[in-house]
């Protein structure tokens, strides 16, 4: 079936404005992942979801940054306020469950973020 | 606390060359273990896994082995080839719900 999808692919905004990212995870996946991947940094984890549990958020790095996910599936990552430093390749991932030790996740392409 | 340190790049090779990319980690408890490949314009992708002490992950020609004396899971492959140019990146996943990455290593294969 379908892979993980995200959109916009790109993005290019002016500091100061919002914007949001969107996340569709493959069916059926339980577990939904948002990094962050700036040059020549490593991944940078933002936020997890995993079914109805509250998410765990604890990779945001300010109150700038929020996520949902309605009903369980498509998911959005919300910044307010871009500022530069916020431009990076933010990457979705999903999996089938956090339960076990070993679970794959899949990626989607990324949306690739520049504020101006 | 948990964290991924992984080989500097980038790294370049000629093609059959032999191929080793660094990764240690430090954890609590018993993490498993991955390699993930990002092939240029594409997506991370699993490329091999270990859930245990002395596991041995493989897949494509790499292989890479749990060792939790030395907690490392160090890359290797006998011969490159030039589709394997990609970036590598090493993660762990302790009991919980993160998944940690290292910073990636560029490898670029010439013929």
């Known amino acids: 079936g379908a892979g993980v999808s995200q959109s916009p692919s790109n993005k290019v905004t002016e500091k100061g404005k919002d914007v949001e990212l969107r996340c569709d995870p493959i069916?059926?996946?339980?577990?939904l992942y948002w990094y962050r991947q700036s040059l020549g940094q490593g991944l940078e984890f933002l936020i997890y979801f995993q079914g109805n549990s509250a998410p765990d958020k604890s990779g945001l790095p300010s109150d700038r940054f929020s996520a949902e996910r309605t009903g369980g599936s498509v998911s959005t990552l919300t910044i307010q306020r871009t500022q530069q430093e916020d431009s990076a390749v933010y990457l979705c991932a999903s999996s089938w469950t956090s339960g076990s030790s070993y679970n794959e996740q899949f990626f989607g392409p990324g949306t690739r973020l520049t504020v101006l | 606390g948990n964290s991924v340190t992984q080989m500097e790049g980038p790294v370049t090779l000629s093609e059959e060359a032999f191929l080793t990319i660094n990764c240690t980690y430090t954890a609590t408890g018993y993490p498993s273990l991955f390699w993930y490949v990002q092939y240029p314009g594409e997506g991370l992708q699993l490329l091999l896994k270990a859930t245990k002490a002395d596991d041995k992950g493989s897949n494509k020609g790499f292989e890479a082995t749990y060792r939790k004396e030395t907690t490392s899971f160090h890359l290797e492959k006998g011969s490159v080839q030039v589709s394997d140019s990609a970036v590598y990146f090493c993660a762990l996943r302790p009991t919980g719900n993160q998944f940690y990455f290292g910073t990636g290593t560029s490898l670029t294969v010439i013929p």
């Open positions: 069916s059926g996946h339980t577990a």
